[in-house]
């Protein structure tokens, strides 16, 4: 039998820290908050709170957080807490799972020290000492040692809950004390706003970042049987770039901020005024290791193209979104070949990834009877088919005919009419001509019209215009670059993957 590969703890905790994008104070806050965040999730906490103290010793000073959840029990703390990479959590349930944010500080230069204490009150807990030396990490627990061996000569007083004290360098004392509102606002806005957590800093309770203003409008919607809330502003001023448009949070904590690709559409300065949060818990199990982007696959992609739709709808249903000017400057002959091509081709398996219009419909075709005949009863709920959107089931499953917006006729036994069937197809890909001639776009796909808008006055698309040739493959090149543009954040190709398929659909629609 062989022996165990031996695992360098230090330097495994380095390699972990340096995957986060930001620095390791913030790293530490909201592994601290995460913490608290899975805690309360596991236990049912109504009441959440979240209490954080400063104090300084001698060359260091010190971080407290403190946490109203249910302690650990003694098996949990004396078995599993300090084994590094061990988690009591499910992927996917709450925003940590990797078992490893309480102890990656102790890697950093600006930590090396963290003390536990985890109980019912003041004489009633288990506490720990996780600290770093020269070349490995090691602990040692109250169930072994003197609290004097822990502590020092600080005096601790402990109630319900779950604490982490965490040691700082002087300059990461200064940081934290100077930036942690900013940092928790910044990060855990949503929880603030959803009221879901209280989080107070030296006793002062931190309110939520909210735009000047008071134009909050709020929206539900329903994606892969899981509803999505989102909140949308608009602003009386400018937004901070890094809040505006949508942030995407999970379990309360922002994980991703975007820029929506139809910003050229919106009105005057709006586009800097606008703000959405979108609560995609349902996206958890997505989460890279370091709780700060998503993985990239379609699923994710996909539930935040739907974000954007929704974000669409409430702009145009504000009157935010504008019209370029009409243009025709692109012949129709060669908006409809075009059209008719590029249909064809994003409904093959080749290409069909691209199709962002895409909406598959599989009627059911019912069983003539003895006669021959079909018969049918009218209603007037609609037109309903079965049928895939991606992931999501559309339409119930009952056979219909006719018309989607008006009366339809159901197929079934006791129907009273003869009826026929019919295919109906989805509706295709538009073209859209207008001109925006102060942006620097040169094509961007449309949700709300169905289509690609091409900006016939982009300077570049005037000086091609000249030469019909060289205008017709100019008009394909940017329609291409477009669709992908959009479905790249979807499906996060790699450079090689996306300059093949521009590549091969350019061809194929070419010849």
Not at 342 to 360: A, H, I, S, V, W
Request: net charge neutral; glycine share 8%; with cysteine.
């Amino acid at each position: 039998m062989g022996e165990p590969i031996p695992f360098e703890r230090l330097h495994t905790l380095e390699t972990l820290l340096g995957m986060y994008e930001y620095r390791p104070e913030d790293v530490c806050v909201n592994e601290a908050i995460a913490n608290a965040i899975d805690a309360f999730a596991e236990n049912l906490v109504k009441n959440k709170k979240i209490e954080i103290i400063f104090d300084r010793t001698g060359e260091f000073g010190y971080i407290t957080f403190h946490n109203n959840a249910p302690p650990m029990t003694e098996e949990q703390f004396a078995q599993k807490y300090h084994t590094v990479s061990f988690s009591f959590k499910k992927k996917g349930v709450g925003i940590g799972f990797a078992g490893v944010g309480a102890k990656l500080f102790l890697a950093a230069p600006e930590g090396g020290e963290i003390i536990t204490i985890t109980g019912k009150g003041p004489n009633d807990f288990y506490a720990s000492r996780m600290y770093r030396t020269e070349k490995d990490l090691e602990y040692i627990t109250s169930l072994k040692y003197p609290l004097s061996d822990i502590f020092g000569k600080k005096k601790i007083e402990h109630k319900f809950g779950t604490t982490y004290r965490v040691r700082l360098t002087l300059s990461a004392y200064r940081y934290l004390k100077e930036s942690l509102v900013n940092i928790i606002q910044f990060w855990w806005n949503y929880a603030l706003l959803s009221k879901e957590l209280e989080i107070t800093v030296e006793g002062k309770k931190i309110v939520p970042w909210l735009p000047k203003g008071n134009h909050q409008f709020r929206k539900t919607m329903q994606w892969n049987k899981q509803q999505i809330s989102c909140r949308f502003w608009i602003s009386d001023e400018e937004i901070p770039e890094e809040n505006r448009h949508i942030i995407y949070t999970v379990f309360g904590k922002r994980i991703k901020n975007d820029q929506l690709d139809f910003s050229v559409q919106i009105k005057g300065d709006y586009n800097k005024r606008i703000f959405c949060i979108a609560d995609v818990s349902v996206l958890a199990k997505h989460l890279t290791s370091n709780k700060e982007s998503f993985e990239r696959i379609p699923i994710v992609g996909t539930c935040c193209n739907k974000v954007k739709e929704v974000f669409w709808q409430f702009l145009k249903e504000e009157g935010l979104l504008r019209q370029g000017s009409d243009s025709n400057t692109i012949e129709q002959s060669v908006i409809n070949d075009l059209t008719r091509r590029l249909d064809r081709l994003l409904q093959t398996k080749e290409f069909m990834e691209l199709n962002p219009f895409l909406k598959k419909r599989i009627h059911e075709v019912p069983l003539l009877d003895t006669t021959g005949n079909t018969r049918m009863s009218p209603t007037d709920k609609g037109q309903k088919v079965s049928g895939t959107n991606g992931n999501v089931i559309d339409g119930n499953g009952v056979p219909v005919v006719g018309s989607e917006d008006n009366e339809g006729k159901v197929f079934d036994e006791s129907g009273l009419e003869v009826g026929v069937t019919r295919q109906r197809k989805s509706s295709g890909m538009q073209i859209i001509p207008q001109e925006w001639p102060d942006q620097k776009e040169e094509a961007w796909v449309d949700l709300g019209a169905g289509g690609v808008v091409i900006n016939t006055a982009h300077d570049f698309w005037k000086k091609i215009a000249i030469n019909p040739s060289l205008k017709d493959f100019n008009t394909n090149r940017v329609l291409i670059e477009a669709l992908i543009k959009f479905k790249n954040e979807e499906l996060q190709w790699d450079p090689k993957k996306t300059l093949e398929y521009f590549r091969d659909l350019l061809h194929a629609t070419w010849v």
